[in-house]
Nanobody, 115 residues
Framework: QVQLVESGGGLVQPGGSLRLSCAAS????????MGWYRQAPGKQRELVAA???????NYAESVKGRFTISRDNAKNTVYLQMNSLKPEDTAVYYC?????????WGQGTQVTVSS
């Protein structure tokens, strides 16, 4: 079992930055592929960024060049640095941990980009 707790969401103006954190507990964090997903009202949940146990990353086209995912295995934490935020980035952001058939989710954190 893995427990995931997100933090760092909030209200930010267009062009601003936020850093989301996801703290994991309960298992061997380093073996998991960690991801950030988001879900806007009326839309399906979508992958924003992911980082493998080996450190390989992939990003949604809409956030490439603006968002950076990273992990600190010593702190059991994954981060999402979000720069140049746009109103269309407004969503609930969820942390995810995957390994073989195991798939865990956090409770989500709201990010609102508005002037």
């Amino acid at each position: 079992q893995v427990q995931l707790v997100e933090s760092g969401g909030g209200l930010v103006q267009p062009g601003g930055s936020l850093r989301l954190s996801c703290a994991a507990s309960g298992s061997i964090f380093s073996i998991y592929t960690m991801g950030w997903y988001r879900q806007a009202p009326g839309k399906q949940r979508e992958l924003v960024a992911a980082i493998s146990s080996g450190g390989s990353t992939n990003y949604a086209e809409s956030v490439k060049g603006r968002f950076t995912i990273s992990r600190d295995n010593a702190k059991n934490t994954v981060y999402l640095q979000m720069n140049s935020l746009k109103p269309e980035d407004t969503a609930v952001y969820y942390c995810n941990a995957k390994h073989t058939m195991n798939d865990y989710w956090g409770q989500g954190t709201q990010v609102t980009v508005s002037s």
